[in-house]
Structures are given as C-alpha cells and as structure tokens.
C-alpha cells in the first residue's frame, strides 16, 4: 500500500530554533507539493517540485523557509528561525502530474513557542 | 486588528440521509476538479475526480456534479454514514500565468455532520 510518509508527525519547537520537516512521496511520482495548514488560512501550497527541480516556491516566505529535493524520495522543508506563527500542520503530497490527483502525507504538527 | 479563524459551512445531516456539498469555482476555463476529504488528523484524501467534457460522474455512494453555465460543483453521498464526517474540499487545476505550471488550487472546504 504505497503512501506518503512524512516526519515528525509533532514537533515542538522554541521560538528562534530550526525546524526541518521530511517528506518521502510514493515512489515513482515525480511531482511533490508542500502545503501549510492552519485555522486562519485554510490549505496553503507553499511550494512544488517536478522531478526534483522547484518550479514555484512563492508561497512561502523567502526569509525563512526553504524547500529542496536532494533525492527522489526526499524532500525537506526547513523553517530557519523558526517564529510562533509558523504553528501549523505542514503537509507533503506527490502526485504522478501537475494538476492532476495529489496523495497527502499524514502531516506534520508544529507549534512554536 | 482582531483575527478570526475561516469559517467553514457545516452541514449537518442524519445518518441515511443523502448530502449534498457544493463548491464555485472560478475559472471557466478550468478543466479538472478533485472532492476531497479530510478527518480529522489526517490528510486530504482523494474522493472523486470529474474533467470538464463530463456532467456528472459516480462512484462508490459518492457522485459529482459539474455546471460550467454556473461554474458550480456540488458532491452527493449517498445514505450517509457517521464515518463520513470530515471536511470535504473541492481543488480545481489551475495554471497560474506568471508560472506557466499546472497546479490544483484548493477550496476552504465544509464540514460535514453526521448524527447517528
């Protein structure tokens, strides 16, 4: 049963610390996307990549946040210093096409403090 | 400025009860559309997918809608069931100009309520 795994599952973090979130997509799909949410904003797409290369990344705040791909099953997302409204669950998906069906990992709950 | 979270519909419904979720698009031009659903502590997981040269598509207790006159998707679920509590999104395949690459674009979604 090929799924997205994603970890942590929580994290709890201090304000000022680093944050990295993994991602491993299903393998064979050559698109991941991560998202960002929260209460306030809904589902969020902060960035994608299609085989490995970011395609848009305009999503996420430049200053801290950074997505990269180092192999085709891994993807990280890094929040650098981390700040308490960056508290969500973060989301990794992968899919087979752009804008086709995405497959959600279970997420990751950070809160920052 | 005071901040308040999205309010999202709910629908409540009784268990047995058919329920029918709705959605509006925007681009009349977009010709994909995907119904998730998502409980809670969890990801969103694909439903139903329907292209726009369809009207109508079912699945397993589950049928979508498609009015590109109104650009108005609805899902139907058939004889509810508790387990069907979630909160369902609608995602549309959008291609944002300034990018050029294909990308769905999510609602904010309703919960839906089934009472046993």
């Known amino acids: 049963d090929a799924r997205v795994t994603q970890t942590p599952r929580d994290k709890v973090t201090e304000m000022g610390q680093e944050v990295t979130m993994r991602c491993q997509p299903i393998?064979?799909?050559?698109?991941v996307f991560w998202y960002r949410q929260t209460m306030m904003q809904g589902l969020e797409l902060l960035a994608y990549?299609?085989?490995?290369?970011?395609?848009?990344d305009s999503g996420m705040p430049k200053d801290r946040f950074s997505a990269e791909m180092p192999d085709a099953t891994l993807a990280t997302l890094k929040i650098q210093p981390s700040e308490p409204r960056d508290s969500a669950v973060y989301f990794c998906?992968?899919?087979?096409?752009?804008?086709?069906?995405?497959?959600f990992g279970p997420g990751t709950r950070l809160t920052v403090l | 400025g005071e901040s308040v979270g999205l309010h999202l519909p709910t629908l409540s419904v009784q268990e047995g009860d058919n329920s029918i979720i709705n959605c509006a698009y925007s681009?009349?031009?977009?010709?994909?559309f995907i119904w998730y659903k998502q409980e809670s502590g969890k990801g969103p997981q694909f439903i139903i997918d329907?292209?726009?040269?369809?009207d109508k598509r079912q699945g397993q207790r589950v049928t979508v809608l498609l009015n590109k006159t109104v650009k108005h998707l609805s899902l139907q679920i058939a004889a509810t069931q508790p387990g069907d509590s979630a909160v369902y999104f609608c995602?549309?395949?959008?291609?944002?100009?300034?990018?050029?690459?294909?990308?769905?674009?999510f609602g904010t979604g309703t919960r839906l309520l089934v009472s046993p």
């Open positions: 329907i292209r726009s040269n369809m």
């Open positions: 990549f299609r085989n490995r290369a970011p395609l848009d």
């Open positions: 681009n009349s031009a977009s010709d994909y």
């Open positions: 393998l064979g799909h050559n698109t």
């Open positions: 998906a992968s899919g087979l096409v752009l804008g086709g069906e995405q497959f």
């Open positions: 995602a549309e395949k959008k291609t944002p100009a300034n990018t050029g690459f294909q990308k769905l674009v």
